[in-house]
């Protein structure tokens, strides 16, 4: 099945039954280091992950595959069938930042993982760790999930350059057939929101507030001005709180003036002003759904609020299949230097945890991050803010592990 890479002998697979994973204690997770800082932060992010795992008793059988410039090197392609095939295979996996070339170059790997593997929730958490320097009076307010959809809208690929025969076609189409009046030197995209793709999100989104007790749902969207696209992604979002989720779910509209119990709000925004709302009223907001375009630019927003992408962890999620991944990019002009902040690797890596059951691991991580910024151990992205005792990577790594077992 497999090219270049040897699976361990060791460990067991995750399964996956009745819409459930089968979690064994020795499992198998396949992990790449992907590229720039990535051989610096996951290896950090691997040995507070491992400790965590002994503290409850479980082990991991890391499994190294291979992306980026790394496997180019090995295979000859950015994202070999190996990979793929490791990730569907044992079905959870853990990855560094990817670089994606800007204007030119191959597409973007992380889009292709995501349309591959049909990883079609982008999931962020949003919260606030204790002692990190943040533009809000009260971080400690925001607390919420980011659901985007990761496969469809402006990201589906469907796009061509200005003055090339499909883009030319396709204007002289839509001016003979449909009336629309295009400028000749556009470069023209196709903008697809489906209500399949739609729906299965929102479906993700309710069943992850009603199991972890969250109080509202917020489909996010643009449909005052696309309103066959953003507007009906509202609709449908909908449509699926009423038809499937009755008995837990209750619109803003039929609510009274108290939430009765057991009841989550589901509710909408136009995506310019949720902008300002995450800001100004962010405790009035738990989990949040949006179309891919506007989710990438409100989730980036989000992790500002809360101390910026160096620190922000995300996931890409499918049914039955799910890669984890920190927000940042690959800055590769820090690659190798134990220099840059370990903390989102970290806590992508906690935010796994959770997805097997683990949560206990999953939340003494977290505990072990903050003891170990408040403590004032941080690299140089930190201290430059808030002074403390500067380290590089591996030494956060290390501080934070000394926390875990003081735990």
Known sequence: MYQKIKPPEEGEKIEYRDGKFIVPDNPIIPFFKGDGIGSDVVPAAIKVLDTAAELIGKTIVWFEI???????????THLPEDTLNAIKEYRVALKGPLTTPVGGGYRSLNVTLRQTLDLYANVRPIYYL???????????RINFVIFRE????????????????????????????????????????????????????????IRYAIENKRRSVTLVHKGNIMKYTEGAFRDWGYEVAKQEFSDRCITEEELGEKTPDGKIVVKDRIADNMFQQIMLRSEEYDV?????????YLSETAAALVGGVGIAPGSNIGDGIAVFEPVHGS?????????????????????????????????????????TIEE????????????????????????????????
């Open 66 to 76: 291979y992306a980026g410039e790394e496997a180019y090197r090995i295979y000859g």
């Open 130 to 140: 204790k002692g990190i320097p943040t533009p809000v009076k009260n971080p400690e």
């Open 150 to 205: 990761a496969t469809e809208d402006v990201y589906a690929g469907i796009e061509w350059p200005k003055g090339s025969k499909e883009a030319l076609k396709l204007i002289e189409i839509l001016e003979k057939e449909f009336g629309a009046k295009i400028r000749r030197d556009s470069g023209i995209g196709i903008k697809p929101i489906s209500e399949f793709a739609t729906k299965r999100l929102v479906r993700m989104a």
């Open 288 to 296: 949040i759904v949006l179309p891919n375009l506007n989710g990438d």
């Open 331 to 371: 800055a590769p002009k820090y690659a190798g230097l134990n220099k840059v902040n370990p903390t989102a690797q970290i806590l992508s890596g906690a935010m796994m945890f959770e997805y097997l059951g683990w949560k206990k691991a999953s939340e003494m991580i977290k505990k072990a991050v903050v003891m």
């Open 376 to 407: 004032g151990t941080v690299t140089y992205d930190l201290h430059r803010q808030i002074g403390g005792k500067l380290v590089g990577t591996k030494e956060f790594a290390e501080a934070v592990i000394e926390n875990l077992r003081s735990l």
